[in-house]
């Protein structure tokens, strides 16, 4: 059994870096597609990329509820390291997570298994972070939406292979949906709700 002595360390130094992750994040949501990179922790659990475990230390805590795919949930010691670390409760029921780690992206589930939230409350739907193979090479998806200026063009390599068909159903739910953010090691994409797919290329 592991110890809180043997699991990795976070930030070396939480405050900055909590900072520049979180400045890198928003500048992600503010402008869709575009790649931004985070500060990645010091040392992390195995199945996590080093993004994923920067935006968890930034952005997860007590009031945060969060659900893991089988792969992280099946790891040793990812669990024990975020309640550590952030305090978050790991759940097991996907509809009131607050956010969705997914490290084997082939695996996501339906988005409707999510919180979608409501048009009072919009805010308490789940972002979900996805681990992805690259995002710099790859298919080119080109997209719309606010804070884009015209077409932006993301190249990278995704699964599932039908994740932006699956995110289209966020035009029917707005206000409500699923944010969305790509973590490939250190770098991250964030595809919000309000963001479309305008066109894919080779």
Not at 46 to 74: C, K, N, Q
Not at 113 to 130: H, K, M, Q, W
């Amino acid at each position: 059994m592991t110890t809180v002595a043997e699991l990795p360390a976070g930030f070396a130094d939480k405050v900055l870096s909590a900072q520049a992750t979180f400045r890198s994040v928003m500048d992600a949501m503010a402008r869709p597609g575009s790649v931004q990179r985070v500060t990645a922790g010091s040392g992390v659990p195995g199945a996590m990329m080093r993004g994923a475990a920067a935006i968890a230390l930034t952005l997860f805590d007590h009031d945060t509820p969060v659900w893991l795919d089988p792969l992280m949930s099946g790891t040793p010691d990812v669990g024990k390291w975020l309640k550590f670390h952030t305090g978050a409760p790991v759940i097991a029921d996907s509809s009131i997570c607050s956010f969705a780690l997914v490290g084997d992206a082939r695996a996501l589930p339906a988005l409707d298994r999510f919180a979608l939230g409501s048009n009072e409350y919009p805010d308490r739907s789940t972002t979900v972070i996805l681990q992805v193979e690259s995002l710099t090479q790859g298919t080119a998806f080109e997209l719309r939406g606010p804070g884009i200026d015209g077409t932006a063009v993301l190249r990278a390599t995704l699964q599932p292979a039908d994740l932006f068909d699956r995110l289209a159903v966020n035009a029917s739910l707005f206000p409500r949906g699923i944010d969305l953010v790509l973590v490939a090691d250190d770098a991250v994409v964030a595809i919000p709700r309000t963001t479309r797919l305008a066109a894919k290329g080779d």
